[in-house]
T-cell receptor, first 114, second 114 residues
Framework: KNQVEQSPQSLIILEGKNCTLQCNYTVSPFSNLRWYKQDTGRGPVSLTIMTFSENTKSNRRYTATLDADTKQSSLHITASQLSDSASYICVVSDRGSTLGRLYFGRGTQLTVWP | EADIYQTPRYLVIGTGKKITLECSQTMGHDKMYWYQQDPGMELHLIHYSYGVNSTEKGDLSSESTVSRIRTEHFPLTLESARPSHTSQYLC??????????????FGQGTRLTV
């Protein structure tokens, strides 16, 4: 069964600190993995995409890693800001259907305190 | 910012009412989706469409129905709303990117309370 699991479920950190969010998946055949940021009451917005051949990718203060062998990904946030408070969702796309089927994790709820 | 819009943003209605949630996109995407998301939970696919006159049910059973008469519109209808329909409904559209990967763009969501 294709699944995406994220940890931790929730996380509280102080402003300026770093944090790392984890994503494990069993989706096969794998196409790509995206990290989305979802602010409360809004739709998810894509942060970064990882394909099979990519190990790490950075987007400003966000750095995503992918280990396709162990089917694990992480999202590292550097020097957190209050505006980073949101739900971070790991989304994996398969390669086996015309839909480009998306599988969603439950998300990690990040709260940044001043 | 993606050009996909949902209306209304918030809706509070009584049991038994018929409602239609609107979703429009101006990107010319063929694929459109409806997801249902309860607080703290993952997104569940309830309907999707490959294009005009194409609609399919998703993973999560839903009493709602959809139509795709025009490429840009993908409305979702509940004939008789019940308290169990209380949730957030997210609309998305996608097409393959230049690199061949699928990216989904999400609307702001409609928070429905019955």
């Amino acid at each position: 069964k294709n699944q995406v699991e994220q940890s931790p479920q929730s996380l509280i950190i102080l402003e300026g600190k770093n944090c790392t969010l984890q994503c494990n998946y069993t989706v096969s055949p794998f196409s790509n993995l995206r990290w989305y940021k979802q602010d409360t009451g809004r739709g998810p917005v894509s942060l970064t995409i990882m394909t099979f051949s990519e190990n790490t990718k950075s987007n400003r203060r966000y750095t995503a890693t992918l280990d396709a062998d162990t089917k694990q990904s992480s999202l590292h946030i550097t020097a957190s800001q209050l505006s980073d408070s949101a739900s971070y969702i790991c989304v994996v796309s398969d390669r086996g259907s015309t839909l480009g089927r998306l599988y969603f994790g439950r998300g990690t709820q990040l709260t940044v305190w001043p | 910012e993606a050009d996909i819009y949902q209306t209304p943003r918030y809706l509070v209605i009584g049991t038994g009412k018929k409602i239609t949630l609107e979703c429009s996109q101006t990107m010319g995407h063929d694929k459109m989706y409806w997801y249902q998301q309860d607080p703290g939970m993952e997104l569940h696919l309830i309907h999707y469409s490959y294009g005009v006159n194409s609609t399919e049910k998703g993973d999560l059973s839903s009493e709602s129905t959809v139509s795709r008469i025009r490429t840009e519109h993908f409305p979702l209808t509940l004939e008789s709303a019940r308290p169990s329909h209380t949730s957030q409904y997210l609309c998305a559209s996608s097409d393959p990117t230049l690199t061949g990967h699928t990216e989904a763009f999400f609307g702001q969501g409609t928070r429905l309370t019955v």
